[in-house]
């Protein structure tokens, strides 16, 4: 396989397939780049490192995992231990593959003070890696090395390379060194394709947890092969903490604090296993506090996607918006390539009110994925200008996904309300293929470690619509939902919210009410200013609809400003809070208020 055709082998529901499909490569990253690097040279002015896929040279086309393994972890390795440099994540850098460029060019791109090319050659036990730094303003080559190794002996290139790497740049490794690289050959070939596989999740495919099991086994199997390695066992516990979030099992979040445990003996003081760590705390402990540690390892120079992940979550949960929303700003710094990091930086910015630039960050997505993210960005625009045209278009060029399920129907339910085409909105949910939703799109505040089930959907619509009979039927399925499925932690709020739905689709307003109360009570805003906004909002539609007004408008009321809330027109314009309360007069003056305030927003 050669270095141009390597990505082919992408699974085609993946994001990269996805960019690569839509022609992402003819781009200039001008936008964020520029933003970004002038910030940076600014405060630090560090040497930022751009560092080429490598080619591989392998005669076995089976081998050019390795290549991309080894490449993913130098810079991982440069990433974290080498706090004097700003290095380039991998996912940016791929894109050069498909589409190579000069070193120039690529250097003014990415706004790269250099650059690093290399090749790999691995022949049965024999790997050979050559490597150039390049001076990214005048092209001039400035070092180049020839690694021969082993197999074996090149379980530490990466560690080598970097120290060599450094020296040329005149900063230095930190003194920590990872103890956790396998001895074992075939276990840190498991680790790499591990590695590979993360950065293929999509958490909006329909193939997702089969995905994700296959990345399970690939780092089970470098634990089997290798019961000391640590990184495996760190990445294990991560990706099992995360997946719990998506499926409630409880036998995979035991399997996440096994692993945890272990690394803990193999690796004390690992920046990704520290914020780990506090993830698992938070999914297991409600109102856990993010402690020192894992704020100081956020803020260190580790850029694994891993920890950027799940460090979004514990800052906001903690209700640290605007240090989550720094590190989104770092993370988008170091791979502008990526737009799913940029989907979340878009998110973050939305969730502190700064609209326009989000607006901005949905732009440069869509300008590279074909309007891949114009639903997002339409979605946006309808929370604050109360304008339903955009989103309407955007779904209307992709309503065929939403036969197949895709997460486009969580959109589609948004527009089809706002319209008030309630019998259209049945209609859709009658014909989804699907019982349930894994994970809602563009909402990372709404992570409940339990499916979403559609039921939900069609009780709302029903109200709506004013078909009584259609409201027992979705309260039915609700109550079949919740005895079929398992509680958590992480869910229980959920699940109180639901039953409250499913009590107010019968009629039963007392007991909505209650369930209501249950739901906050079981994750207030102090254990979880993540949630909140998820938990405020399901709750104030229950409350008004089953006559406790004054406590839905006040919950609206704190929804309407601060900091990850709902936009005004998420308030004013939806019928789940017009239709019950539209002749409150504390709701009245709350509409009155929130639409001057988008007269006067000007954004497009």
Do not use: C
């Amino acid at each position: 396989m050669t270095a141009g055709d390597a990505s082919d082998t992408s699974p085609p529901a993946t994001v990269w397939a996805r960019i690569k499909a839509h022609k992402v490569l003819q781009w200039s990253l001008a936008y964020l780049v520029a933003a970004a690097s002038s910030k940076a040279s600014r405060v630090n002015r560090k040497p930022r490192l751009a560092i080429l896929p490598f080619d591989n040279l392998s005669p076995d086309p089976a081998n050019a995992f390795f290549a991309d393994g080894l490449h993913e972890d130098v810079i991982s390795t440069l990433a974290t231990r080498a706090p004097g440099l700003e290095v380039i994540s991998r996912t940016t850098m791929m894109l050069y593959r498909a589409a190579p460029k000069s070193i120039a060019v690529v250097a003014k791109e990415l706004g790269a003070t250099h650059v690093i090319e290399g090749s790999v050659r691995r022949e049965g036990h024999h790997v050979r890696l050559t490597l150039q730094l390049i001076d990214g303003a005048t092209d001039n080559h400035l070092w180049a090395q020839t690694y021969d190794r082993t197999l074996e002996d090149a379980l530490s290139l990466q560690t080598d390379v970097a120290q060599q790497v450094v020296s040329q740049l005149a900063t230095e490794l930190s003194v920590r060194a990872p103890r956790a690289l396998s001895g074992d050959p075939e276990a840190y070939d498991l680790y790499l394709k591990a590695r590979l596989a993360r950065q293929e999740l999509n958490p909006y495919s329909p193939t997702l947890l089969a995905d994700a099991q296959h990345m399970t086994d690939l780092l089970e199997g470098a634990v089997k092969h290798d019961p000391n390695f640590g990184l495996a066992r760190v990445d294990l516990g991560n990706h099992l903490a995360q997946l719990y979030v998506l499926t409630g099992d409880a036998e995979t979040l035991r399997r996440a604090k096994e692993q945890l445990d272990a690394a803990e003996e193999l690796v004390p003081g690992n920046p990704v296993l520290i914020v780990t760590r506090a993830y698992y705390d938070y999914v297991t402990r409600p109102g856990a506090q993010l402690g020192p540690a894992a704020a100081d390892a956020l803020r260190g120079p580790t850029q694994d996607t891993v920890n950027l992940q799940v460090g979004q979550v514990v800052l906001d949960v903690a209700g640290r918006f605007s240090e989550s929303l720094e590190l989104a700003e770092r993370w988008s710094r170091l791979d502008p390539g990526n737009v799913m990091v940029l989907d979340i930086h878009a998110w973050e910015l939305s969730s502190a009110r700064r609209i326009q630039e989000a607006l901005h960050v949905f732009d440069f997505m869509n300008s590279r994925a074909a309007e891949g993210f114009a639903t997002g960005r339409a979605r946006l625009l309808l929370a604050y200008t109360g304008r339903i045209e955009p989103l309407r278009a955007a779904l209307d060029r992709q309503m065929p996904s939403l036969r197949e399920g895709y997460p486009l129907l969580w959109f589609e339910w948004d527009a089809l309300r706002f319209e008030h085409r309630y019998a259209d909105l049945e209609r859709v949910l009658d014909q989804a293929k699907i019982r349930e939703l894994v994970f809602p799109p563009d909402n990372f505040a709404f992570a409940v470690a339990s499916p979403i089930p559609l039921a939900e959907f069609r009780g709302w619509a029903a109200l709506l619509a004013r078909d009584a009979a259609a409201a027992h039927r979705a309260s039915s399925e609700l109550r079949d939902f919740l005895t079929r499925t398992r509680p958590s932690s992480l869910s229980s709020w959920y699940r109180a919210s639901l039953s409250a739905e499913a009590h107010l689709l019968v009629g039963n307003s007392s007991a909505a009410i209650t369930g209501a109360h249950e739901s906050m009570t079981v994750r207030p805003r102090s254990y979880d200013a993540l949630q909140w906004r998820e938990v405020a909002m399901r709750s104030a539609r229950v409350l008004a609809w089953a006559g406790a007004k004054d406590e839905a408008v006040e919950l609206l009321e704190g929804l309407s400003t601060g900091e990850n809330g709902l936009g005004p027109a998420e308030i004013t314009r939806d019928p789940l809070y017009t239709v019950p309360l539209a002749e409150h007069p504390r709701f009245q003056q709350l509409v009155a208020r929130l639409e001057a305030q988008m007269r006067e927003t000007k954004l497009q």
